[in-house]
C-alpha cells in the first residue's frame, strides 16, 4: 500500500510537472533567455580580454623593435657623423691648400707677364698707379682705349 501511494504521488508528482501554467513557462523561458544572455556576455568580454591583451602584446612588441631600431640608427648616425667630421677636416684643409696655391700662381703669373696693372689688393701700387694715369697723357685713340681696358681690368681684380 505504501509503495502504491508513493507511485501515485510521484507520477502524480510528474504530471504536476508537466501541467505548468503559461506564466510559469513565460518565467522559465525568460529565465533561460538570461541565463544565455548572461553566458554570451561572458564570452564577448572573455573574447575582448584576450583581444586586448594581444593587441597589447603586439604593441609592446611594436614598441621594442622601434627602439631597438632608433638606438641603432643613432649608432649608425654618430659613426657617420664622426667619419663625415673627419672628410669635412680634410676638405677644408685641401680646400685651403688650393687656394694658397691659386693665389700663389696668380702672383708667379703677373710677374711672369710683367703687368703693369697694380695689385688691386696693395692700396700703395693703386695709388701710386692712379697718379701715373693721371699725369699720363694719351695721345692716341689706341693709347685711351688700353688705359680704358685696363682701369676696366683693374675694377674686375678689385670686385673679385
Known amino acids: 500500500d505504501n509503495q502504491d501511494s508513493a507511485e501515485f504521488f510521484e507520477c502524480h508528482q510528474k504530471k504536476a510537472e508537466k501541467k505548468k501554467t503559461k506564466k510559469q513557462i513565460q518565467e522559465e523561458l525568460k529565465a533561460q533567455q538570461l541565463e ?4 554570451k556576455e561572458e564570452q564577448e568580454k572573455k573574447k575582448k580580454e584576450e583581444e586586448d591583451k594581444k593587441r ?7 614598441r621594442e623593435l622601434d627602439e631597438k631600431l632608433a638606438a641603432e640608427e643613432a649608432k649608425r648616425l654618430i659613426a657617420e ?9 680634410d676638405y677644408a684643409k685641401g680646400l685651403v691648400v688650393l687656394k694658397e696655391k691659386i693665389a700663389k700662381e696668380e702672383e708667379n703669373s703677373k710677374v711672369l707677364l710683367a ?3 697694380p695689385d688691386p689688393k696693395n692700396i700703395k701700387d693703386l695709388n701710386a698707379f692712379l697718379s701715373l694715369w693721371n699725369d699720363a697723357k694719351e695721345s692716341t685713340l689706341e693709347e685711351c682705349v688700353n688705359t680704358c681696358q685696363n682701369s676696366e681690368n683693374i675694377s674686375k681684380q678689385i670686385v673679385e
Open 36 to 39: 544565455e544572455q548572461r553566458i
Open 56 to 62: 597589447a602584446e603586439e604593441e609592446k612588441k611594436q
Open 81 to 89: 657623423g664622426s667619419e663625415f667630421a673627419s672628410w669635412d677636416q
Open 115 to 117: 703687368s703693369p696693372l
